[in-house]
């Protein structure tokens, strides 16, 4: 069973950055596409941003692209969110999520298509 475990998270001025990490166990992380998604009180989870296997694909919504970047190291099982500029509409719980993938460069960014996800780590960002 693979388990996902975000940290990282935490409150931050409008402005600010933050990264967070997702670090997973219990399968061959090199193997999963993965994503973050945030769902903030009262609207439905969002997409965020996704990985291919290798890292060399990736795609952002267009409401966090240029300001967060998502990366992995495969050699150390964690996924990476960094989030620069952040802004109150930027609060929300945090997931990350992990789906197999066949192909290395193939992206998921329908939350449906994944099949782990970590518990959540909340952000918060005051202005």
């Known amino acids: 069973q693979v388990q996902l475990v975000e940290s990282g998270g935490g409150l931050v001025q409008a402005g600010g950055s933050l990264r967070l990490s997702c670090t997973a166990s219990g399968g061959t992380f090199s193997r999963f596409a993965m994503g973050w998604f945030r769902q903030a009180p009262g609207k439905e989870r969002e997409f965020v941003a996704a990985s291919s296997t290798t890292g060399g694909n990736t795609y952002y919504a267009g409401s966090v692209k240029g300001r967060f970047t998502i990366s992995r190291d495969n050699a150390k099982n964690t996924l990476y969110l960094q989030m620069n500029s952040l802004k109150g509409e930027d609060t929300a719980v945090y997931y990350c999520?992990?789906?197999?993938?066949?192909?290395?460069?193939?992206?998921?960014?329908?939350?449906?298509?994944?099949?782990?996800w970590g518990q959540g780590t909340q952000v918060t960002v005051s202005s």
């Open positions: 999520a992990a789906a197999w993938s066949s192909t290395s460069g193939g992206l998921r960014i329908r939350g449906n298509d994944y099949n782990y």
